[in-house]
């Protein structure tokens, strides 16, 4: 994405993607509804000069959406950035499941940045647990782990982070590195991302933590990979003690 000021959605790949996607509903009522007449999308990504058309029926992506995702070998757990060009013209941007954006090496040679075993596609470099109590939602700020300083997405020279939900709406809040603590920290974004995602004191977010060279990092929500948030709960808990058996993995 070159411009992030540009209108665009994101989309967990979630199971059944190759049926069809919806447009979140902002992102549909802002800049799709009633503004434009055409149901056709044209689909465009840095794989190829090839553009992919895409019937858009209500708020869902259906025929031709498919050979998109096949061309692409888009799967369970990537994530996808459509930036609006204009005229129904939507540059796609792919991250794979290990959460690194998808390098196009020459038309249709697609392959992901990171050599990493399908079976492990989740890093403590980008993948991490985030625990909603109720003094982050009191002082609206929430601290990354100390693992996050490695996480090559972020730099001190972020000053802000986009936290996004698994339907893909998305949330600003302000980046900020502690000198004194070694960490980055979110504030102004994170309180109001949980009382919209209707969060409890408790519940557990597997969040990952993308960025392409240009714009804004992403915080997503984990789309549905139980064994990443398994996986990082007994991480957690061999550092911090128990977490409690009633949370919610969001």
């Known amino acids: 994405m070159g411009n992030p000021q540009e209108p665009h959605f994101l989309k967990p790949l979630l199971p059944g993607f190759h049926n069809g996607v919806t447009i979140p509903l902002s992102f549909f009522s802002q800049h799709i509804q009633g503004k434009t007449n055409g149901k056709k999308w044209k689909l465009r990504s840095d794989a190829s000069d090839q553009t992919w058309k895409v019937i858009q029926e209500g708020r869902r992506l259906t025929e031709g959406w498919k050979d998109f995702t096949t061309a692409h070998d888009l799967r369970i757990g ?13 540059h796609v941007t792919p991250f794979g499941p290990s959460c690194c954006e998808i390098q196009f090496t020459h038309p249709h040679s697609i392959k992901e940045e990171a050599d990493v075993d399908d079976t492990h596609s989740f890093s403590f470099d980008y993948c991490f647990l985030a625990e909603v109590t109720a003094s982050n939602i009191n002082e609206d700020k929430l601290y990354l782990p100390v693992e996050a300083t490695t996480c090559t997405a972020l730099n001190k020279q972020c000053k802000e982070i986009i936290l996004v939900n698994k339907e893909g709406n998305s949330w600003t809040g302000s980046l900020r590195y502690s000198e004194a603590d070694d960490m980055y920290y979110i504030r102004k974004g994170w309180k109001k991302f949980c009382e919209e995602n209707n969060c409890n004191i408790g519940d557990l977010f597997v969040f990952n933590v993308v960025r392409d060279r240009n714009t804004t ?3 997503c929500v984990c789309p549905e990979r139980k064994e990443c948030a398994e996986l990082l709960i007994k991480h957690l808990s061999r550092m911090n003690g128990d977490i409690a058996s009633s949370s919610r993995v969001i």
């Open 217 to 219: 990092p992403l915080m």
């Open 78 to 90: 990537g994530i996808l950035i459509f930036k609006h060009e204009g005229d129904m013209v939507f």
